[in-house]
Structure formats: C-alpha cells, structure tokens
C-alpha cells in the first residue's frame, strides 16, 4: 500500500473526519496493496436472530432483560464468564426459577416455570473476571432465548495490552491490515460510520467504518474519482497531519472507479 496523495489526504481533511497535524511516521508494507478492491457497503457483524439479546454493561450495573417463561434463558458473558450466581429462594421450589451453572463455559441457564407468580425475576451475578451485574428482568415469550453481555473494560484491557506490546508503528500496521480484510484485532470495536460523502474536485470520499482501540483508532473511507482522467494516487507519498499509518487500496483509479483508504491515528488526535 501507498501513502495517500497531498490532494486527496486534503479531501479526507475536508470531511472533519481526518483532520490532524503533518505526517506519517512509517510506510505499510506494499505487499498489503489489495487488488481492484472496492467498497460499496459491508457489515462488521454477523445480524442477530431475532430471539438474542446484547447488552453493553460496566461493573456494577443493572441489566434489563427478559427470560423467557417455561422455557430455557441462556445468558452468556463475552470473554468472561460467570463464577456464582446469587438469589432468594422463594419457598416454593416448584414454583420458583431455577439457574443452572455451565462450568465449561461459564454460562448460566435460567428456568421460569409457566406458574411463576411474580412479573420480574431479579438476581446478582458475579463474573470470572470479578464483575458483578443485577439483573432485573421482565417475563417475556414462550420460546428460549439468548442473553449476550458485553464489558468494555474487558476490552479497554486487552486493546491496551496488545497494543503496549505490539508497540505503535506495528499496531498501526496491523490495524490497516485488519480493516482491508473486515476482520477486528483483540481489544478493538468495530462499527459501521457511514457519512455522508464529500467532493474535493474530480475526488469523492465517504467514512465508511471506524475502529476503536485503547490507544489507536482506524478509519475505513471509501473513494471514488469522479474525474475524467485516471487519478494516480501512487505518484505522491504525502499523509495527513499525525497519521501513524495511511494507505489505500489500489495505485490509481480510472473515472468512476472506486477503492478503499484506510486512516490510524492515535486516540485523542481527531480535533
């Protein structure tokens, strides 16, 4: 991959999106370049079915969910698991909902019997990791369900640790690679940032997608020459101010073709 041309790293700047101090610090790897790459629309995660439930929750933090009535609730930690679960028991065994421990996994199954009385179910949790959750959850549909609960610490930490040891210039390096092939490194948060495009000249360039790490954060752009003449991004090596790594898709790009530019800065430096 080359470093994007002084004219389109001006577009980029343009957006509001890209907009730093000078220069790159070390150029990617030109066996990176991808070939006749273009990028239309994508997803950076897999559609839910319909029965699943994601929750973002810190330390300490109540969960609203809902458990399904006479059927099984499974309720799954990601990168972590649970350790113990803690209730009051009603009195009424059969009456009462049962949570089930999966050792292997670390995650709990909750039964609601048809007969339940109450309305909500409420119990405290405690994670392998050392993070405790309440859960006060609403009684919903007969079918099983799915219950996925995310810690951003968790993934603050293993961004941070990744990234310390992987050093700033290979982590930027890494982290195009990543974004060329849709995949997301440890630690990083990934979503869809679609903007609306802005036109520099005969250059077109649209936000597409933005990673987060703990001390990084890529960029994914689309970009389109609009011109009437090939646009060769090869020619020119100049970034955007305090990139630590910029790159696109391919050398040039005839009228109307498009391809993808790829952005790392360091997390705090978009103004």
Same mark, same amino acid.
């Given at each position: 991959?080359?470093?994007?041309?002084? &004219?389109?790293?001006?577009?980029?700047?343009?957006?509001?999106?890209a907009?730093?101090?000078?220069?790159?610090?070390? #150029?990617?790897?030109?066996?990176l370049?991808?070939?006749?790459?273009?990028?239309?629309? @994508?997803?950076?995660?897999?559609?839910?079915?319909?029965?699943?439930? @994601?929750? *973002?929750?810190?330390?300490?933090a109540?969960?609203?969910?809902e458990?399904? #009535?006479?059927?099984?609730?499974?309720?799954?930690?990601?990168?972590?698991?649970?350790?113990?679960?803690?209730?009051?028991?009603?009195?009424?065994?059969?009456?009462?909902?049962?949570?089930? &421990?999966?050792?292997?996994?670390?995650?709990?199954?909750?039964?609601v019997?048809?007969?339940?009385?109450?309305?909500?179910?409420?119990?405290?949790?405690t994670?392998?990791?050392?993070?405790?959750?309440?859960?006060?959850?609403?009684l919903?549909?007969?079918?099983?369900?799915?219950?996925?609960?995310?810690?951003?610490?968790?993934?603050?930490?293993?961004?941070?640790?990744?990234?310390?040891?992987?050093?700033?210039?290979?982590?930027?390096?890494?982290?195009?690679?990543?974004?060329?092939?849709?995949?997301v490194?440890?630690?990083?948060?990934?979503?869809?940032?679609?903007?609306?495009?802005? #036109?520099?000249?005969?250059?077109?360039v649209?936000?597409?997608a933005?990673?987060q790490?703990? *001390?990084?954060?890529?960029? #994914?752009?689309?970009?389109?020459?609009?011109?009437?003449?090939?646009?060769?991004?090869?020619?020119?090596?100049?970034?955007?101010?305090?990139?630590?790594?910029?790159?696109?898709?391919?050398?040039?790009?005839a009228?109307?073709?498009?391809?993808?530019? @790829?952005?790392?800065?360091?997390?705090?430096?978009?103004?």
């Amino acid at each position: 991959m080359s470093l994007l041309p002084s &004219h389109l790293a001006a577009a980029l700047a343009g957006t509001g999106l890209a907009c730093f101090a000078v220069g790159a610090t070390r #150029r990617p790897d030109p066996g990176l370049k991808l070939s006749g790459l273009v990028v239309l629309a @994508f997803a950076l995660a897999p559609v839910p079915a319909h029965a699943d439930q @994601f929750v *973002e929750a810190a330390d300490n933090a109540t969960i609203d969910c809902e458990l399904a #009535r006479g059927e099984l609730t499974r309720i799954a930690l990601i990168d972590d698991g649970f350790a113990n679960v803690s209730k009051i028991a009603s009195g009424f065994p059969y009456n009462d909902f049962q949570v089930t &421990h999966e050792p292997v996994r670390g995650d709990i199954y909750i039964s609601v019997p048809p007969q339940f009385a109450a309305a909500r179910v409420n119990f405290f949790a405690t994670s392998k990791a050392g993070y405790v959750y309440k859960f006060a959850c609403r009684l919903g549909g007969q079918e099983a369900a799915q219950l996925f609960i995310t810690n951003p610490a968790l993934a603050k930490s293993e961004a941070a640790d990744w990234e310390a040891e992987t050093g700033p210039e290979d982590a930027a390096i890494r982290l195009i690679e990543a974004m060329a092939k849709d995949a997301v490194l440890p630690g990083f948060t990934a979503r869809v940032e679609i903007s609306a495009p802005r #036109r520099t000249g005969g250059i077109e360039v649209q936000l597409v997608a933005e990673y987060q790490g703990d *001390e990084l954060t890529g960029q #994914r752009f689309l970009v389109r020459n609009l011109g009437k003449e090939r646009l060769a991004l090869a020619d020119e090596r100049e970034a955007p101010a305090g990139a630590l790594a910029f790159a696109y898709g391919r050398e040039s790009l005839a009228p109307g073709e498009a391809t993808s530019a @790829f952005l790392v800065f360091a997390k705090g430096g978009l103004k």
